[in-house]
């Protein structure tokens, strides 16, 4: 890979004692190399190709292994539009952050990092080595498409801006998430034999949850219905916060501005003594803090569940999607406000594409990477060309249609030899259009749902924030002992291990770990992004 660029070659030389004066001036560039070292001036600011004469990167990415990026047809037909053409040095997700920390250590950087997870602190940390190369320039310049997208969505480049004003990695946006994770759902069959609507309230909730343990819903003769089900409330715990006014299991901002860490919070008391109460009347499965999300599963399969987490109601459940599960609506208690659901702040939390230093043409590579941010691009890498999984059927109002799968098959496996965009979370965008004519009725019941339960009492529940060295080093010092605590008494509040009378105890020893220091730290962080 290229270390440095011809210039920093050059002013290196000058600097190492006579000897090495030597060294440098007798490693001369081949004429392949000096014609690939790109000037803005063999850029097209729009068409494409994009430059005047070929050029190669190295690109260094997460790599399933489910087929080599120099054969698909996504990475070729780029090729083929732009004239760029990308050599790969990849590895798997389990070490890839091994090798993103080696190269980063050894300066032999690849001229791209792509779907590459790059944390905010190594976004500052880089950025201010110059080992990542600023690219608010470049995006103003070359990037008409994410450009146009920051405009529209001014938070979205305040999250994206560190301290000092750069920004050195791109986001992936999606615009039309909802959820952070899977959702809340209903056994539908449950519903339907007991003859009862949602619950509306905490208090309609424990009546239907105490109906379905003693009215056999199953109808199986046996009272073997386990009313609630988790994995160490992992599954539940941010969606049954919202029954308490809460919007995230971690740091959050009230409509206020202000600030909350949820673990002190009145409404984190209440949601406690609403799971003791679950787990006294044995309504709240006892294996929660024992069994795997597999054996839960096996549970749903064995249609014991009434209410439980999933992505989609038929993962647990088993049987094909349908609309006969409904999810859950969020129930109001005793805490004013209640409820409201955080939802998916819209962008990727982490860095997921940035240039080194060592790339020789850094404008080419932001036109490269902005097609992934039109419409255009963004369905060429979430599905794959045109007439192989789909064709258009009207291409003006961006309709389009499935086709069958190429020998059969399952339609996202295959998609994962199309395009590298597949379990990982890459750069570019995503929107709603981008799939018109291809939802599933599944798909359009669920925007309804969404649509009806859960955004019109939604917000982000907090931004992608920069913190300081600093701040950063003392926030994870403090939460490494903090969060193990929170997480213990939260076990032992629930099963009656610990009594809730010794709820001002529990809380005067999460302000003593550093609680209200952690609220101001990000206080502080949040201030600092909603002024910019």
């Known amino acids: 890979m290229r270390k440095i660029r011809k210039a920093s070659a050059l002013l290196l030389c000058l600097t190492l004692s ?97 779907a590459a997870d ?12 110059g080992v990542l190369i600023p690219l608010d320039d470049l995006i103003e310049n070359y990037a008409p498409n994410l450009t146009k997208i920051l405009d529209e969505n001014p938070d979205i480049r305040k999250s994206i801006t560190t301290p000092d004003g750069h920004i050195y990695a791109l986001p992936n946006i999606d615009l039309s998430a909802v959820w952070y994770r899977g959702p809340m759902w209903y056994n539908g069959k449950f519903l339907k034999t007991l003859g009862v609507s949602e619950p509306k309230t905490t208090e309609e909730l424990y009546t239907y949850l105490k109906r379905v343990k003693e009215e056999d819903p199953n109808g199986n003769g046996k009272q073997d219905e386990i009313p609630l089900s988790s994995v160490k409330l992992d599954d539940l715990r941010m969606y049954f916060f919202g029954f308490w006014g809460m919007y995230s299991e971690d740091i ?58 999933e992505w989609f109601p038929n993962f647990t459940l088993g049987g094909e999607p349908d609309s006969s599960n409904p999810m859950m609506t969020l129930v109001e208690s005793e805490i004013a406000g209640s409820p409201v659901y955080g939802k998916h702040p819209g962008l990727s939390t982490s860095g997921t594409f940035a240039i080194s230093s060592s790339n020789p043409a850094p404008e080419a590579t932001m036109r490269w990477v902005d097609y992934q941010y039109s419409y255009e691009g963004a369905s060429l890498f979430a599905q794959g060309p045109e007439n192989i999984l789909w064709k258009y059927t009207d291409k003006e109002n961006h309709m389009k249609e499935w086709l069958p799968v190429p020998g059969g098959g399952n339609r996202d496996e295959y998609k994962g030899k199309l395009t590298p965009n597949n379990g990982v979370v890459p750069p570019g965008m995503n929107r709603s259009d981008l799939t018109n004519g291809l939802r599933s009725d599944f798909d359009l019941w669920l925007d309804k749902e969404n649509e009806e339960k859960l955004i019109p009492i939604a ?59 952690i609220v101001e730290i990000y206080q502080g962080a949040y201030d600092r992004w909603n002024v910019e």
């Open 252 to 309: 959050y901002v009230d409509k206020e501005d202000k600030v909350h860490y949820p673990y002190t919070e009145e409404g984190y008391k209440g949601y406690l003594t609403f799971m003791n109460r679950l787990w006294n009347d044995n309504l709240l499965d006892h294996e929660t803090f024992s069994q795997t999300n597999d054996q839960k599963k096996a549970k749903g399969i064995n249609n014991q569940l009434a209410l439980f987490s």
């Open 18 to 114: 006579m000897s090495l004066l030597s060294a440098c001036g007798s490693s001369n560039e081949t004429s392949d190399e000096v014609s690939a070292s790109k000037t803005a001036d063999d850029v097209q600011k729009e068409g494409f190709p994009i430059v005047s004469k070929p050029l190669t990167l190295k690109m260094m990415s997460q790599d399933l292994g489910i087929q080599d990026w120099k054969e698909m047809p996504v990475l070729q037909e780029m090729e083929k539009l732009t004239g760029i053409k990308m050599e790969y040095n990849n590895a798997t997700p389990e070490s890839f952050l091994t090798k993103k920390n080696l190269v980063f250590a050894s300066g032999d950087l690849p001229d791209i990092f792509y």
């Open 459 to 517: 917000k982000a529940p907090f931004p992608s924030v920069y913190l300081s060295n600093e701040e950063q080093s003392e926030t994870s010092t403090l939460r490494s002992d903090l969060d193990t605590y929170v997480k213990q008494m939260e076990a032992k509040f629930v099963t009656g291990q610990e009594p809730l009378s010794n709820w001002d105890k529990y809380k005067a020893q999460v302000e003593k770990m550093g609680g209200n220091r």
């Open 118 to 129: 790059i944390g905010k602190s190594e976004q500052v940390t880089y950025g201010s080595q």
